[in-house]
């Protein structure tokens, strides 16, 4: 263990990257493979097209072409990086672990490197890690990628779920930022009553996948019962999370939330009185891209220049397990 006066004060982002598939599937597409409609869509999700991974294309692909773009902004190397976080539900194989793959590709030097699967609060749950990584000693640059193609186990003929989701990834590395900066509070959590809410049941060793169980390799959800999970979880997480900060509601910029539905986010930005300039939005353009919802998020906030050094923002996020995390980061 490091001594005390050489652990680093501060921990947050050096750099971020994003990607996303070029092939877009538009709620128009969809309405010629389900019974559905753009109006039904987009009043109950707010989703518009989403993207999707070319046939043949590894999930990993994405992942590391988000690294790249990470380390690039960073001004690093893959030489530099002595960890690597892969959050995904969707990983290339069972194994190897997708980390180990994007490893070797990129040519990192051997390091500890681990997949780390919490459905849509990967992303979250990657980023404390890191952050707790790096402020103990243990680690001094990781790589955190959140990667998921839900497209590869998404059942085309249940509009109840094939209208939520699409692919993507992003990538931050975490190390030591000035002080006063970077990561100032966590939350987290799992509340396993609800594993099942959110499930896909082939693949693992309990229902090892065989052609008896196709339709089992699809995600299938309790739809009501996963929005009621997250209404409630939203707004105790920002506040545990800020209250780790020693920051009030009043002081947050910017809010990025994992994005799974337009009602959800409204309503956690009535509970809080943000306004839409203050949030987030980006899930008409994506739809709910699990693992990558908030490294997308902050792209597009950049994109749009809510996020500019300064900037007091809250990253919250949820999904099966049912699990939970908000982080509050000053950019």
Same mark, same amino acid.
């Given at each position: 263990?490091?001594?005390?006066?050489?652990?680093?004060?501060?921990?947050?982002?050096?750099?971020?990257?994003?990607?996303?598939?070029?092939?877009?599937?538009?709620?128009?597409?969809?309405?010629?493979?389900?019974?559905?409609?753009?109006?039904?869509?987009?009043?109950?999700?707010?989703?518009?097209?989403?993207? $999707?991974?070319?046939?043949?294309r590894a999930p990993s692909e994405l992942g590391?072409?988000?690294?790249?773009?990470?380390?690039?902004?960073?001004?690093?190397?893959?030489?530099?990086?002595?960890?690597?976080?892969?959050?995904?539900?969707?990983?290339?194989?069972?194994?190897?672990?997708?980390?180990?793959?994007?490893?070797?590709?990129?040519?990192?030097?051997?390091?500890?490197?681990?997949?780390?699967?919490?459905? %849509?609060?990967? &992303?979250?749950?990657?980023?404390?890690?890191?952050?707790?990584?790096?402020?103990?000693?243990? #680690?001094?640059?990781?790589?955190?990628?959140?990667?998921?193609?839900?497209?590869? &186990?998404?059942?085309?003929?249940?509009?109840?779920?094939?209208?939520?989701?699409?692919?993507?990834?992003?990538?931050?590395?975490?190390?030591?930022?000035?002080?006063?900066?970077?990561?100032?509070?966590? %939350?987290?959590?799992?509340?396993?009553?609800?594993?099942?809410? $959110?499930?896909?049941?082939?693949?693992?060793?309990?229902?090892?996948?065989?052609?008896?169980?196709?339709?089992?390799?699809?995600?299938?959800?309790?739809?009501?019962?996963?929005?009621? &999970?997250?209404?409630?979880? &939203?707004?105790?997480?920002?506040?545990?999370?800020?209250?780790?900060?020693?920051?009030?509601?009043?002081?947050?910029?910017?809010?990025?939330?994992?994005?799974?539905?337009?009602?959800?986010?409204?309503?956690?930005?009535?509970?809080?009185?943000?306004?839409?300039?203050?949030?987030?939005?980006?899930?008409?353009?994506?739809?709910?891209?699990?693992?990558?919802? $908030?490294?997308?998020?902050?792209?597009?906030?950049?994109?749009?220049?809510?996020?500019? #050094?300064?900037?007091?923002?809250?990253?919250?996020?949820?999904? #099966?397990?049912?699990?939970?995390?908000?982080?509050?980061?000053r950019w």
């Amino acid at each position: 263990m490091p001594p005390l006066s050489t652990l680093p004060q501060s921990v947050g982002v050096l750099g971020l990257g994003v990607s996303v598939p070029e092939r877009v599937l538009t709620n128009a597409d969809l309405e010629k493979m389900v019974d559905t409609t753009d109006e039904w869509i987009i009043s109950r999700t707010g989703i518009r097209e989403r993207r $999707i991974i070319e046939e043949g294309r590894a999930p990993s692909e994405l992942g590391i072409e988000a690294s790249w773009k990470a380390l690039e902004e960073a001004g690093l190397s893959p030489t530099d990086i002595d960890t690597v976080i892969y959050c995904t539900f969707t990983p290339d194989y069972p194994m190897p672990p997708s980390a180990c793959i994007l490893q070797g590709k990129m040519g990192i030097p051997p390091c500890l490197a681990y997949d780390l699967n919490a459905a %849509c609060s990967g &992303f979250i749950f990657g980023l404390q890690n890191a952050y707790g990584l790096v402020k103990s000693g243990v #680690a001094k640059r990781v790589l955190v990628v959140g990667a998921d193609c839900n497209s590869r &186990f998404t059942d085309y003929k249940d509009r109840g779920t094939c209208v939520l989701f699409g692919d993507g990834a992003g990538a931050v590395v975490v190390g030591e930022v000035e002080e006063g900066r970077g990561i100032l509070g966590n %939350c987290a959590g799992t509340d396993g009553t609800g594993a099942f809410l $959110i499930h896909q049941m082939s693949g693992g060793a309990v229902n090892p996948p065989s052609a008896d169980n196709v339709e089992d390799q699809y995600i299938r959800m309790n739809g009501r019962e996963v929005y009621k &999970f997250a209404v409630g979880v &939203f707004g105790p997480a920002v506040e545990q999370a800020l209250d780790k900060a020693g920051l009030k509601i009043e002081e947050v910029d910017l809010l990025v939330p994992h994005q799974a539905n337009i009602r959800i986010i409204e309503s956690a930005m009535q509970r809080f009185g943000f306004s839409p300039e203050n949030v987030v939005i980006n899930i008409g353009e994506y739809g709910n891209t699990s693992a990558a919802s $908030i490294p997308l998020g902050l792209d597009t906030a950049r994109q749009q220049g809510k996020l500019t #050094a300064g900037t007091v923002c809250v990253l919250v996020a949820f999904g #099966a397990g049912l699990t939970y995390g908000a982080t509050v980061l000053r950019w």
